[in-house]
């Protein structure tokens, strides 16, 4: 008998016990303990019923996700389920935790479940890029319906035990201890003879003839790019179509499409990669933490008032200061206003509006926070305004407050100098608008402690962030790389190509929208006035990509807030109109620059938009900026909408570009261009003699 699964009895009820922690992911052993258990007990005559239940914090969560791809060893689940299913002992599932995927398809071969009213339970396959392959496909909708069983598996979403209820996932809510509520009601059944209900013998209602039809309408946007939710409307309509060992038969043969593609495995990569990056290399995850029970944030505008929003959604007290009341009423009014809007569209209720605005405390006063265990400066973007400030701060803070700046390009380390306790002092760069953004840089100083970092990864959390620790470097590591694309995407813009066209070919790769379509979201002036900064020597360091920018903005066009930019705007409709005004004005670029325009073709778009943001990641992995190339590739999916079926910009590189196919491109663009632009960087030249990836280093 293995570990995994362990057997007991209680009078004549056999109890199976899943012992797998973390989440009971059901490993080969797990398998096996649960067929042998109740094969078992299936022949012994003392044992009436049996109880399946989860050890530990969770019923079983899904398949062993790290098994994916290996070779199959143990039982496979299906013949685990169908064991369970014909079993000529009556089951009931306990389920409490998250039953998820395989765990909530297991649970489906049972004869009767009862869960906690925590439970939160669901086939989320599709954020993983696959579909459920335990036969929740053709189980979930015979108990549901085709309609709700579609929406569960296409969304992914954990359903709430209420819910589950009132749909017949499960039969029963058992408050109090849940093992012994499942004895009973198993019991019970027993008294009553119910039968050994099998899911499969159900048939499935379909309450529209049209509803493969519409859903793969309504999913059309939404799901561009990705392969599972197509195979899973396919797969419910086999469900409805054909019987259910065919039904079976079709979803193994969908699933294993889903397995074997590139799609799916960028996803369980990525799956990892979040948790993974969480972790700091040097700060073990047993290093003492400080305390986080209040926050201060200095500047009430876009920023600050965005991620005063975060601390009230997590229940944390924030004061809130500004330089003038006139600033800090306007920054409270846009809160405010975010939160109303939220509850009419049904976001959260109108009661906790009022809550969580008394989370937020204005003031214009320093000594109001003399108390706050961290502090973040979200004050205007100059190093002048950043001294007066950190200087202030290190009077009034108490000693061990955490000291932060949401500096988007300043140096960290230069704003810690400005106080006696450099080490306490961290960078969080929150990303725009902070309330709803979830990717946040944390900016290791020099001179930061390890349990400053520890504090503020773990604090990250939750406030409902998805941390990435990064070093001191200009554009720290999302928007550093982004410069990249940037630059080519101006002088392809130059050479021949229109702004619609490099759009449509970052669309298309899987972006939500191309660079124009978004320096014209983010406002042209942003930019604009930076470059107006800069001297003229500045500008001619590197080959000058304003040119058609600051054509375009001389001219007013700042983006859809004035109704037209690289494009042109029929507000309040934000659909980019192709401009021929733009086309002229980049053509009259063109030429006052003396480039014969050119076709640039798709292709050369694409690689030219993103070879030089895998080399500058390259870049970025050796100098140690970021910790790992997982790190990149969370936070462009997380911050700039890299599509996560492709992994993130250096998981792409490594499994489907190849290093040498990238590396020899460079090459090729730095011989026709003659431009330094395009030098590989060592880490890649290295990576590539060695044949290895950057998931190496
Ligand atoms: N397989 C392997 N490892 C898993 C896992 C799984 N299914 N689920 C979680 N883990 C690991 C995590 O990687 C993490 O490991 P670490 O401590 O080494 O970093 C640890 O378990 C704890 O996970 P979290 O940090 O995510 O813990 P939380 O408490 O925040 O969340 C959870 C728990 C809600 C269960 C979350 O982990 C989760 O969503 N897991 C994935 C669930 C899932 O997708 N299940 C379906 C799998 S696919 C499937 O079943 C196919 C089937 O249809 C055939
Ligand atoms: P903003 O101009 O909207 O807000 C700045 C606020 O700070 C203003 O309300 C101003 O009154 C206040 N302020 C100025 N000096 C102050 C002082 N000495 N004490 C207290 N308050 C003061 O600017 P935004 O966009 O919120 O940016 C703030 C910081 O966040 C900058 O460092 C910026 O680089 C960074 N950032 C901005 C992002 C963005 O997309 N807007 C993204 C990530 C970081």
């Known amino acids: ?95 409490h935790g998250t039953p998820l995927g395989g765990g909530l398809e297991t649970a489906l071969g049972a004869h009767y479940r009862v869960s906690l009213p925590t439970t939160r339970m669901g086939l989320p396959e599709v954020h993983l890029g696959l579909l459920p392959g335990a036969g929740g496909t053709q189980r979930l909708p015979r108990l549901t319906g085709a309609k709700y069983a579609l929406d569960a598996m296409l969304s992914g979403r954990h359903i709430p035990a ?41 048939t499935v209602n379909l309450e529209s003839p049209d509803l493969f039809a519409e859903t793969e309408k309504s999913i059309a946007r939404k799901a561009r790019g990705f392969k599972a939710p197509w195979n899973i409307i396919k797969t419910v309509q086999a469900a409805v179509e054909l019987p259910f060992d065919e039904g079976m038969k079709r979803e193994r043969e969908l699933f294993s499409e889903l397995l074997t593609s590139s799609e799916s495995a960028a996803q369980r ?8 990056a969480a972790k700091v290399k040097d700060v073990p995850a047993d290093t003492p933490q400080r305390e986080i029970k209040t926050g201060g944030i200095i500047g009430a505008g876009t920023m600050g008032g965005g991620i005063a929003m975060n601390f009230a959604n997590a229940g944390v007290p924030v004061t809130l200061l500004e330089t003038s009341q006139e600033a800090l009423d306007r920054g409270l009014k846009t809160i405010r206003t975010n939160y109303e809007n939220t509850a009419k569209r049904g976001g959260m209720k109108a009661e906790d509006v009022e809550k969580r605005m008394a989370l937020i405390t204005p003031t214009l006063d320093y000594n109001a926070l003399k108390d706050a265990d961290v502090i973040i400066e979200a004050v205007f973007e100059t190093m002048e305004v950043k001294e007066v400030v950190f200087k202030k701060l290190d009077e009034v803070a108490k000693p061990g407050a955490i000291l932060a700046t949401n500096t988007s390009g300043l140096d960290v380390n230069q704003i810690a100098s400005y106080t006696k306790r450099p080490g306490d002092v961290i960078g969080m760069h929150f990303f725009s608008p902070a309330n709803v953004m979830k990717l946040l840089e944390n900016v290791r100083g020099k001179a930061t402690e390890k349990d400053v970092i520890a504090t503020v990864m773990s604090f990250s959390k939750k406030i409902g962030k998805i941390p990435v620790l990064v070093g001191v470097c200009e554009g720290f590591v999302g928007n550093r790389m982004l410069r990249m694309r940037g630059i080519q995407s101006a002088y392809m813009m130059e050479e021949g190509a229109l702004p619609q066209q490099i ?55 700042f983006g859809q807030k004035t109704g037209s930019g ?20 980049i053509e009259e670029t063109s030429k006052k620059l003396g480039i014969t325009r050119r076709a640039i073709s798709d292709q050369e778009i694409l690689e030219r938009a993103l070879y030089p943001m895998v080399n500058e990641g390259a870049k970025i992995l050796e100098e ?3 910790q790992r190339s997982l790190d990149i590739d969370v936070i462009w999916v997380n911050g700039y909408g890299w599509p996560v079926y492709r992994g993130g910009p250096m998981w792409w590189a490594d499994n ?14 730095r011989d026709a261009s003659g431009d330094p632009f395009w030098e590989p960087a060592p880490l890649l030249k290295k990576l590539v003699q060695e044949g290895k990836k950057f998931s190496s280093v």
């Open 1 to 95: 008998m293995s570990d995994a699964v362990i057997r007991s009895k209680e009078g004549r009820i056999g109890i199976l016990t899943i012992n797998n922690p973390p989440v009971n992911a059901l490993a080969a052993a797990v398998r096996a303990g649960i067929k042998e258990g109740v094969e078992a007990f299936g022949q012994d005559s003392s044992v009436d019923a049996i109880v399946l239940i989860g050890g530990g914090r969770t019923f079983i969560a899904g398949a062993d996700i790290r098994e994916f791809g290996k070779p199959p060893s143990g039982p496979n689940l299906n013949d685990v389920i169908s064991t369970m299913e014909n079993s000529p002992k009556l089951i009931v599932a306990a389920l």
């Open 162 to 202: 209420p819910e589950a209820k009132s749909k017949g996932i499960v039969d029963a809510i058992v408050e109090g201890d849940l093992l012994k509520g499942a004895i009973a009601h198993a019991e019970m059944l027993l008294a009553q003879k119910a039968p050994l209900r099998r899911v499969r013998d159900l």
């Open 269 to 276: 990569y990525y799956f990892f990669a979040e948790r993974e």
């Open 503 to 557: 759009d449509k070919v970052v669309y298309d790769y899987g972006f939500p929208m191309g660079p124009f379509a978004m320096s014209d979201l983010a406002g042209n002036d942003v930019g604009w006035r930076i470059r107006q900064g800069k001297n003229e020597k500045e500008k001619r360091n590197v080959r000058y990509t304003g040119y058609v920018a600051d054509a375009i903005c001389e001219l007013g066009r």
């Open 566 to 585: 690289y494009y042109k705007y029929n507000l309040p409709d934000r659909t980019p109109i192709p401009d021929p005004e733009v086309e002229k004005i």
């Open 624 to 626: 140690g900026m970021a």
């Open 656 to 669: 489907v570009v190849g290093l040498k196919t990238i590396h020899d491109a460079l090459l090729k663009y």
